[in-house]
Structure formats: C-alpha cells, structure tokens
C-alpha cells in the first residue's frame, strides 16, 4: 500500500505530509480543500502514466482548469516554480515528480522538472536523468522505464497503484442509467455508469462464491429480497425513461410477489450507493487505490454509519491490498470508523489564517477515548472537539 503522500504548491496546499492507511477518512468544512488532496494524488497518478494534459485529468476524475488554478497562490507568499507531489510505499519504494505548468503560457500538457523512482533499494529513474537526455519535456520517464522492471518490484507495484487512481463522484442520474457517464470504465464508471453490469460482474464473480458476503452487503438493504440484472427490462420501464443495455432489477420483500420488482429509475437511491461502493471495495478489477468524494450522499445517517462500519472489512476481503479515501460531511459517518484499527485514519482538513489547507491525523488518545465512552464521535466533531467545522 502507499505509505505517504508529500505534496507542495497544488492549489490551496501549500506543503503537506500525508500518512495514509487502507481506510481514510477526510472531514471538514466546504472548501478547506478536502478533493484538493485527492486530486493531486491524481495528477501524481497521471504523471506515473506518462502525461499530464487534461484528457488524462478527466479519465482520473481530477477537475481540469486553467494553469494559474493549479497553483498555490497566497497573499503571504511567491507563487511556487513547479508543483511537486511524491508518494512513498509500505516496502519503499518512492515516486517523485515536480512540473512545470507556467501561468501566463500555457501549454497543452504539462512539463516534467524533475522525475524519481526508487524501488528502495536501486534508482531506477534519477532527476538527474532528464537534464542528461534529450527527453520530450512532456513525456514521464519512469512509465517506459517501468515496463522492464520486475511485477514484484515494490517500484513497479506503486507505479500500479498510482496510474490506476481514479477519484469516483457518483451522482443518481447516471446511477438510475438515465444519463451517461462521461468517464465509463470498469467496473463502474467515475459518476456511477456501469452500475448494472459493473453489479452482474460483481455478483458473478464475488458475491455468488460467498454467501455470507452476499447477505453483507444486501443487510445494508432492509427492504431488499434479492437483486439481478436483465436486458428485458420493457414491462417495467415506461417507454419515456432513457435505459441502459443492463437494468438493475430490485426485489422488494414487503410487496406482493406479482408486483415486487422495481428497476435502478424506481429504487431507492440509497440502495444505489451502497452498491456502488461495495462493487469498488471488492470487485477484482477495480482500482487498488481509488477515493470516493463525498461518500455520504443521500444515505440516512444511520446507513452511512453501517455503511462506514463495512468499508474495512470490505477492502480487506478483496485480498488486493486496496487503499480507499473518501471525503464526507455527515457526522454519521464517523461512528461507523473503528480508530483503534490502525488501517483507518480520520483526519480533520481545515484552512490555517494564511489559507493553507492543512490536515491533522485524529488518533485515539487517552482523552478521545473517555470522551467517547459518553459520546459517539459524530457528537463530538458537532461539539467541536475533533476540528473541522466551518468558522460560520
């Protein structure tokens, strides 16, 4: 997994360290720069992939903007040359970049300064190595030097986890299928495209080979008796409603037999979240580290906090190493965080008087954990003892 993430000079962040864990949770007010931190993780990711334009921002989830959006620029200080990201794996190996992305004349992809990749043992690629070749300033070195290097390499598993990043934002249009996704992938795409055949795939391939797993995520679902797929989804769709080739097909268990099943356009939207999730924590051929921005969209408290109690164990299950950072408002969701696990972190984002988006690790401490005997954390963040509230 990766370890830490180093970023500085992206947008609001000034200089920031992350440690991260499987389980990250980030909380705060709007606009303290919670996505900010995820989506420079993406830019690493495009960056690992060879190319940093736009089309690789998009396919990543990373919200494309003009050059001078990118970079910090504080009343208190310069604007920063380059941006630099870098990210540091649990056996390691380490990715380091910094580029150029001048203000005044912009360019169609973005500059490589200077690259590194070290597998913690040998160089593999070394700043050095671009001001020794006539390189394509555009172009990342360490994705060609990559491909010769070992699959159990520690750099080669962490340039795996960086270039398959993507952040998901799902919305209930395109959950329902009534609109596209402009970024479909697999499983699902990056606004919930793909729902109906990222599920058929999913149960076909997890949930049928375990049924303890199948009643896990379907226990999240009271009303729900079962749940498939269909192409022939006519007698249940008015012929108004945009479709998809593949229909989810919900049995509800308080309905009369004859009239019980309801498609994704019908069902709760809850219900549609929580598969979404559960698809991108176990489904083989999702992203080995992926975020999810605001994860607490239209559930009720009570489900998130179930919900968040399930993400672990999840991401465990799924055997692949699997690192999930979500971003939330709803206090609920902190109640269903096990903070003595120490593969979840919580950590609080807020802006300091320069504006600098900063973030601070909430560990179980003596006092937190007394406090917690009297009040669940969604009470104490509402309290103010965890940080993170707007400064309204």
């Not at 919670?34 to 089309?55: H, W």
């Not at 929580?274 to 489904?283: F, R, S």
Request: hydrophobic content about 40%; aromatic content about 6%.
């Amino acid at each position: 997994m990766i370890r830490t993430i180093q970023i500085d000079g992206f947008k609001s962040i000034a200089t920031m360290q992350l440690p991260l864990g499987r389980l990250n949770c980030f909380i705060g007010a709007n606009g303290v720069g919670k996505t900010n931190i995820l989506e420079a993780i993406g830019v690493l990711g495009a960056a690992a992939n060879g190319k940093v334009d736009d089309e690789a921002l998009l396919r990543r989830g990373v919200r494309p903007g003009v050059p001078r959006l990118y970079k910090t620029s504080f009343e208190s200080g310069k604007v920063p040359v380059h941006i630099g990201i870098k990210a540091e794996s649990d056996q390691g190996a380490t990715y380091r970049v910094s580029l150029l992305n001048p203000l005044e004349s912009p360019e169609p992809a973005w500059s490589f300064k200077t690259e590194r990749l070290y597998d913690g043992h040998d160089e593999i690629v070394s700043d050095g190595v671009r001001n020794k070749r006539n390189l394509t300033p555009t172009a990342g070195l360490a994705a060609l030097k990559v491909v010769e290097v070992p699959e159990r390499n520690p750099a080669f598993e962490l340039m795996q986890y960086l270039q398959n990043f993507a952040i998901y934002s799902p919305n209930t249009p395109t959950l329902r299928g009534m609109v596209g996704d402009p970024q479909s992938r697999s499983p699902v795409g990056l606004a919930g495209g793909r729902l109906a055949e990222g599920f058929a795939e999913f149960r076909k391939v997890v949930l049928d080979r375990d049924e303890a797993l199948l009643d896990d995520v379907f226990g999240l679902l009271d009303w729900v008796a079962d749940i498939q797929t269909t192409a022939a989804a006519g007698s249940l769709l008015s012929p108004s409603v945009a479709r998809t080739k593949e229909v989810l097909k919900f049995a509800d268990r308080f309905m009369k037999k004859s009239r019980n099943t309801l498609t994704a356009y019908d069902a709760s939207e809850g219900a549609l979240y929580v598969l979404y999730c559960a698809i991108l924590c176990l489904a083989p051929n999702a992203p080995r580290m992926l975020a999810i921005d605001n994860l607490d969209q239209a559930l009720n408290p009570r489900l998130v906090s179930r919900l968040t109690e399930r993400l672990s164990a999840w991401l465990r299950k799924s055997g692949s190493g699997r690192q999930l950072l979500f971003t939330a408002h709803n206090p609920a969701v902190l109640d269903g965080l096990d903070l003595s696990d120490e593969t979840v972190r919580l950590f609080a984002v807020e802006r300091n008087s320069e504006g600098h988006t900063c973030v601070r690790s909430i560990e179980p401490s003596a006092e937190l954990l007394r406090l917690n005997e009297t009040y669940p954390l969604s009470r104490l963040w509402l309290m103010g003892n965890l940080g993170a509230v707007p400064n309204v």
